[in-house]
């Protein structure tokens, strides 16, 4: 149904791009910049990121020399979110789009854009995407019904994997702002050794998991268990979901296979649920996801905090 509603006006779009690159004074690939507004008619290149850790990183590397922009609303999951004609149109004349990949944008299969101006941050590493097969559908926050199959797409969860994503930025910016090359090094840099640390952490935390099994309330932690090899059974349960007796009872004969004590959640889930969770002799750890938030913000050390809480719960 999108593929029909998008296919007329973004080939309209693609015609009238080209029409402005003779007209409008664009870069190469009809790319628009905007102006700073101070005497020197100093234009920022404009940089398009549709997933929050590579906004946020964008915004590290070179927030003041770009205009960042971050379409996708506050209480959407990026990876169930769709452009609208007006943001594909944005996208199509950015000079920079910065996407996930790894199945976190499927709906750049239904539109038209220019393969010049985007960077798939995770697809030097597409060897290492990882297939979710019997998937369930099920709904969850105004994105409607939907299922985890297909790829899963939280790589920047996997420290390791997330520094080849940056390091894909650092780059593309470079290109942009070649005048501060040195300075898009030296803060990639940092970055890097800010996630050696954080790796350090997730196997410190590893050590004392041992080869006890976790439970996860959803299925979107694969990456992170992969790099550090746990063993984990994921649900499809939401934080603020009142739970079934049905639900308790498929929770149990879960159970019996995974003798789990600890359970990772997205975020708190209601007290009768961590009730129904310590009568089983389960504690709770909160991993954030990190699929959306402000791009002004340090995911690195909203990541730090997963680890962090992880560990601490290992320790009780």
């Given at each position: 149904?999108?593929?029909?509603?998008?296919?007329?006006?973004?080939?309209?779009?693609?015609?009238?791009?080209?029409?402005?690159?003779?007209?409008?004074?664009?870069?190469?690939?009809?790319?628009?910049?905007?102006?700073?507004?101070?005497?020197?008619?100093?234009?920022r290149?404009?940089?398009?990121?549709?997933?929050?850790?590579?906004?946020?990183?964008?915004?590290?590397?070179?927030?003041?020399?770009?205009?960042?922009?971050?379409?996708?609303?506050?209480?959407?999951?990026?990876?169930?979110?769709?452009?609208?004609?007006?943001?594909?149109?944005?996208?199509?004349?950015?000079?920079?789009?910065?996407?996930n990949?790894?199945?976190?944008?499927?709906?750049?299969?239904?539109?038209?854009?220019?393969?010049?101006?985007?960077?798939?941050?995770?697809?030097g590493?597409?060897?290492?995407?990882?297939?979710?097969?019997?998937?369930?559908?099920?709904?969850?926050?105004?994105?409607?019904?939907?299922?985890?199959?297909?790829?899963?797409?939280?790589?920047?969860?996997?420290?390791?994997?997330?520094r080849?994503?940056?390091?894909?930025?650092?780059?593309t910016?470079?290109?942009?702002?070649?005048?501060?090359?040195?300075?898009?090094?030296?803060?990639?840099?940092?970055?890097?050794?800010?996630?050696?640390?954080?790796?350090?952490?997730?196997?410190?935390?590893?050590?004392?998991?041992?080869?006890r099994?976790?439970?996860a309330?959803h299925?979107?932690?694969?990456?992170?268990?992969?790099?550090?090899?746990?063993?984990?059974?994921?649900?499809?349960w939401?934080?603020?979901?009142?739970?079934?007796?049905?639900?308790?009872?498929?929770?149990?004969?879960?159970?019996?296979?995974n003798?789990?004590?600890?359970?990772?959640?997205e975020?708190?889930?209601?007290?009768?649920?961590?009730?129904?969770?310590?009568?089983?002799?389960?504690?709770?750890?909160?991993?954030?996801?990190?699929?959306?938030?402000?791009?002004?913000?340090?995911?690195?050390?909203?990541?730090?905090?997963?680890?962090?809480?992880?560990?601490?719960?290992?320790?009780?």
């Amino acid at each position: 149904m999108l593929k029909t509603h998008f296919s007329f006006n973004y080939l309209g779009v693609v015609l009238i791009g080209s029409l402005l690159l003779v007209t409008a004074g664009c870069e190469p690939g009809g790319k628009e910049q905007t102006k700073t507004g101070d005497d020197s008619e100093q234009v920022r290149p404009v940089v398009i990121a549709v997933n929050y850790p590579l906004a946020n990183v964008a915004h590290q590397l070179a927030g003041e020399w770009i205009d960042l922009q971050y379409p996708v609303p506050e209480n959407v999951d990026p990876a169930y979110w769709r452009p609208n004609d007006a943001q594909v149109t944005a996208m199509q004349q950015a000079n920079l789009l910065l996407l996930n990949g790894a199945g976190h944008e499927p709906w750049r299969e239904q539109v038209v854009l220019s393969p010049l101006n985007q960077a798939i941050t995770s697809r030097g590493f597409h060897d290492q995407w990882i297939q979710v097969e019997d998937a369930v559908t099920h709904q969850h926050g105004p994105e409607g019904k939907h299922s985890h199959s297909g790829i899963a797409s939280t790589t920047w969860l996997d420290p390791i994997l997330f520094r080849e994503q940056i390091h894909v930025i650092t780059q593309t910016l470079i290109k942009l702002l070649p005048d501060s090359r040195e300075e898009n090094l030296k803060r990639e840099k940092e970055l890097d050794a800010e996630l050696d640390q954080l790796d350090q952490q997730w196997k410190a935390a590893t050590k004392k998991l041992g080869d006890r099994p976790l439970i996860a309330s959803h299925p979107v932690y694969q990456y992170l268990a992969k790099r550090y090899g746990w063993k984990v059974d994921s649900l499809h349960w939401e934080p603020e979901q009142k739970l079934s007796k049905k639900e308790w009872g498929q929770f149990d004969k879960l159970r019996e296979k995974n003798q789990a004590t600890l359970m990772i959640w997205e975020a708190e889930p209601l007290a009768e649920t961590k009730a129904e969770l310590d009568k089983r002799g389960i504690k709770i750890v909160v991993i954030k996801p990190l699929s959306n938030g402000p791009p002004e913000e340090n995911v690195l050390g909203e990541m730090k905090g997963n680890a962090e809480r992880f560990e601490a719960a290992l320790s009780k």
